[in-house]
């Protein structure tokens, strides 16, 4: 199971075109919201 933080929700769902880091990471954070089988949300993040 595959804890998600803050950081993860936040590439997933928001599209910034004009940030690098984002271009980066946001692929990264889809293929962990697709492809895991179970993910864990922490209280203190929702």
Do not use: C, H, W
């Amino acid at each position: 199971m595959i804890g998600l933080d803050t950081n993860i929700l936040a590439r997933f769902y928001v599209d910034d075109p004009n940030d690098s880091q984002a271009a980066k990471q946001r692929p990264i954070a889809r293929r962990i919201m697709i492809e895991s089988p179970q993910l864990f949300v922490p209280l203190t993040v929702i």
